[in-house]
């Protein structure tokens, strides 16, 4: 049954972020594979993905920074401030770590839009502390869709030069996109790191195990769409599709995991999906709503 | 002299530098410097104006709802949509998990951390000179440091049910929600709001007052100008159980009817120029060069004067809290809101009945003004929106921390947080801890100050 591992449906159920993080867990115990070091740098963005990722639940966040992974460094939820802080950093960046990045590259001014630090009277640029990470790290992780892509940080007229992780460095990294990430990817993703590295990834650099299947294939509302019946408004009950629902293109598994402890999603909620994981997030999918 | 620049200041919501000079331990000078710019007002422009509802959003990765609230009432005001009393109770609900989310998490994982060492966990764990809690009031409190994360999740669960996700939800719209309300929702986020509740009550309010016992010398801290400014927020209803705050102003001692036309917004100290646009408009565009510049953020005057917003100033305005000013106040009057906003919450959903989302399809006027102006979680928010060829023509929005966070303005007055440093003693100059406790305070926000 050779075919079966190239049906994307069967191979998500087989590979589901629980499924690695038991199996994590367990080599964990057995000390088969060790806590990684990890350095998440908040760059040109709204801090959102570190805030989503406090959403998590089961594994959750103290679960996540307990057996999973040492965060070193979080500008939003570290308890060190100023050159303690970004001492920290340094001293991070001869271990092996992992770097985990949310926000866009703003390059304009050579990064002056976006500073991080301020070091022995010197301002640290997101860009140069992206750079001096990503030089040295063992996985580099975009998390969200800003730095996945440049995403809404990039938006026309895009003033502070935004770019991607992955242009900026000039080298593959892990897409994690979402707007905000889902935690669940985000932690999904380390523990398969943890226990057999990367995970399968598809042509621009996403896990298929969460991006493998566009949100229509998936949709609860799917049978509306194929008798045809569309919603005329936000409210109704029916397929999003003619109002500008974004699920037909957009890869992420929102329809089957869904959002905040699994209760809802944007299309459950009665509108349309935005596209806000895709690579033209927002640009390339306006009108957000179509009347 | 010395000084001391403080970046990055962590336990915030985006870049923020602090620079204060010191004669004789004490603080004489303060700089607050916002150092992120994306250009969000620029970046609506020509977008179609429902869109700026999910757009601004993204604005903020830890208040966004905010934003979808003040967008949703200027687009209202624009459009000339009134919402149904229920549909504006349901989306008043999903404000009010913004509030609960924000507040717990600036209490529990922002503030914490400088006056109990927290969880031996990293990064959360804390290690300096001036911890003074003895041992078992600091474990408690730190054990409920790893509670309210889940406690803080809950308010976003809630949030999500009715409001489809969060962060950056999509149930709080033009004319009200999308949600069409059933018994298991309204079951469930009732029974969510309790269980938040009673950790509030239980714990919450305890470990501020143990803090405040034992770092007293805060209430004498951080006080700055005392100017208050409030929107008002729960304010649209005559049932006085579902009030909270009108709009107001406390100005040199005495109170005031708020009168937006009395704001202004200076660049005099921010990284932008004015340059004329195609239309012969005036435009702040960003400038790294500009000299003698020191911030992203813009400084916006209210009759000329640096006003404070945020909890304590609500809290005040709404006579739910004495005329007292300081560090330690902020963070008392954050956590007795979030009890008072939770009641709140609770009496919303007593009163909604469960049917359908009133939503239309919104027919967008060729040309048409719209404000939005409410207080959220870090204080008084503004979205002004002009539409014109049905397009978002200009869109102007003012934080609440860019009230708190802004540079000192053309008339030399210093922001809001500058002010409330100046005067600072600070015990140890390697260890400048007071400086953090009191920016912590105002709960800033630089993604939303500087946009």
Same mark, same amino acid.
Request: glycine share 8%; charged share 20%; hydrophobic share 40%.
């Given at each position: 049954m050779e075919k079966i591992e190239f049906c994307p449906l069967v191979q998500k159920k087989e590979l589901t972020s629980k499924a690695f993080i038991d199996m994590t867990l367990? @080599?964990?115990?057995?000390?088969?594979?060790?806590?990684?070091? #990890?350095?998440?740098? &908040?760059?040109?963005?709204?801090?959102? $993905?570190i805030i989503s990722l406090l959403n998590a639940n089961e594994p959750d966040?103290?679960? %996540? %920074? =307990? &057996?999973?992974?040492?965060? @070193?460094?979080? $500008?939003?939820?570290?308890? !060190?401030?100023?050159? $303690?802080?970004?001492?920290?950093?340094?001293?991070?960046?001869?271990?092996?770590?992992?770097? /985990?990045?949310?926000?866009?590259?703003?390059i304009k001014s050579n990064g002056q839009y976006t500073i991080v630090?301020?070091? !022995?009277?010197?301002?640290?640029?997101?860009?140069?502390?992206?750079?001096? #990470?990503?030089? @040295?790290?063992?996985?580099?992780?975009?998390?969200?869709?800003?730095?996945?892509?440049?995403?809404?940080?990039?938006?026309?007229? $895009?003033?502070? &030069?935004?770019?991607?992780?992955?242009?900026?460095?000039?080298?593959?990294?892990?897409?994690?996109?979402?707007?905000?990430?889902?935690?669940?990817?985000?932690?999904?993703? /380390? #523990?398969?790191?943890l226990v057999k590295g990367k995970p399968e990834l598809d042509s621009e650099g996403r896990p298929i195990m969460f991006y493998g299947i566009t949100i229509h294939d998936n949709c609860p509302r799917r049978s509306y769409f194929d008798s045809g019946i569309f919603a005329k408004k936000l409210g109704e009950t029916t397929c999003m599709f @003619?109002?500008?629902? =974004?699920?037909?293109?957009? =890869?992420?598994?929102?329809?089957? =995991?869904?959002? !905040? &402890?699994?209760? !809802?999603w944007p299309v459950g909620n009665n509108t349309p999906c935005i596209g806000c994981a895709q690579a033209y997030f927002p640009d390339g999918m306006e009108p957000f709503v179509r009347y | 002299m010395s000084t001391i620049t403080i970046n990055p200041i962590t336990r915030i919501s985006g870049f923020l530098e602090i620079g204060v000079k010191i004669e004789n331990?004490?603080?004489?000078?303060?700089?607050?410097?916002?150092?992120?710019?994306r250009g969000f007002e620029k970046m609506l422009q020509g977008r179609d104006p429902l869109d700026a509802i999910y757009f601004t959003e993204r604005i903020c990765g830890i208040c966004s709802t905010a934003h979808s609230m003040a967008s949703s009432l200027a687009l209202e005001n624009a459009l000339k949509v009134n919402p149904e009393e229920n549909d504006r109770m349901l989306r008043d609900f999903i404000h009010g998990c913004e509030f609960i989310q924000n507040h717990l998490r600036h209490f529990y994982l922002y503030t914490i951390s400088d006056y109990a060492t927290g969880p031996q966990l990293e990064p959360f764990y804390n290690n300096h000179s001036d911890f003074r809690l003895p041992k078992a009031l600091n474990d408690r409190i730190s054990n409920n440091f790893i509670e309210a994360i889940k406690y803080s999740r809950l308010a976003h669960t809630s949030l999500g049910a009715l409001g489809g996700k969060a962060p950056h939800n999509h149930g709080a719209f033009v004319g009200g929600v999308t949600v069409n309300l059933d018994s298991y929702k309204l079951i469930k986020v009732k029974s969510i709001i309790k269980e938040i509740k009673s950790f509030v009550e239980n714990h919450m309010l305890e470990d501020v007052y143990t803090i405040s016992e034992y770092y007293k010398d805060y209430f004498n801290m951080g006080k700055g100008y005392g100017n208050l400014l409030s929107y008002g927020v729960y304010d649209k209803y005559s049932d006085a159980s579902l009030t909270y705050v009108k709009p107001g102003i406390y100005l040199m001692g005495h109170l005031y009817e708020f009168n937006p036309s009395k704001i202004t917004e200076s660049i005099y100290n921010s990284w932008y120029i004015e340059s004329k646009n195609n239309e012969g408009e005036y435009e702040a565009e960003p400038n790294v060069e500009k000299e003698g510049a020191y911030s992203f953020v813009k400084a916006p005057r209210y009759e000329g004067y640096a006003m404070e917003v945020g909890p304590l100033a609500r809290m005040i305005l709404s006579n739910n809290y004495p005329y007292r000013i300081s560090a330690m106040d902020r963070t008392i009057a954050r956590v007795l809101e979030t009890k008072k906003v939770l009641g709140i919450m609770e009496q919303l959903l007593d009163r909604v009945t469960l049917k359908e989302a009133s939503q239309k399809q919104y027919e967008i006027p060729n040309e048409s003004y719209g404000a939005g102006l409410t207080d959220t979680t870090r204080g008084a928010l503004s979205h002004m929106i002009h539409i014109k060829n049905k397009k978002i023509n200009r869109y102007n929005i003012i934080t609440p921390s860019v009230w708190n966070c802004s540079p000192?303005?053309?008339?030399?007055?210093?922001?809001?947080?500058e002010e409330a440093l100046i005067g600072t003693e600070i015990q140890d100059i390697k260890n400048p801890i007071e400086v953090g406790r009191i920016v912590r305070s105002f709960d800033p926000c630089i993604s939303c100050a500087t946009m």
């Open positions: 367990n @080599k964990l115990r057995q000390k088969e594979v060790k806590k990684l070091n #990890a350095i998440w740098i &908040e760059a040109t963005g709204c801090s959102g $993905n966040l103290v679960y %996540l %920074l =307990r &057996e999973m992974i040492t965060l @070193k460094y979080n $500008n939003s939820i570290m308890a !060190n401030e100023g050159e $303690n802080a970004f001492n920290i950093f340094l001293d991070t960046l001869n271990t092996d770590f992992i770097l /985990i990045v949310d926000g866009a590259v703003s630090a301020n070091y !022995n009277g010197k301002r640290i640029t997101a860009m140069s502390a992206i750079k001096m #990470a990503g030089e @040295k790290a063992k996985y580099i992780l975009a998390v969200g869709t800003c730095a996945s892509y440049g995403g809404i940080s990039a938006a026309k007229p $895009n003033q502070s &030069e935004c770019i991607s992780l992955e242009k900026f460095l000039g080298k593959d990294v892990i897409k994690l996109p979402g707007c905000p990430c889902h935690p669940d990817w985000l932690i999904g993703t /380390i #523990a398969h790191i @003619k109002l500008g629902c =974004r699920g037909p293109v957009t =890869r992420t598994d929102c329809p089957t =995991r869904k959002w !905040n &402890e699994y209760v !809802n | 331990n004490k603080v004489i000078d303060a700089k607050c410097n916002g150092l992120l710019y000192t303005d053309n008339a030399g007055v210093k922001g809001v947080i």
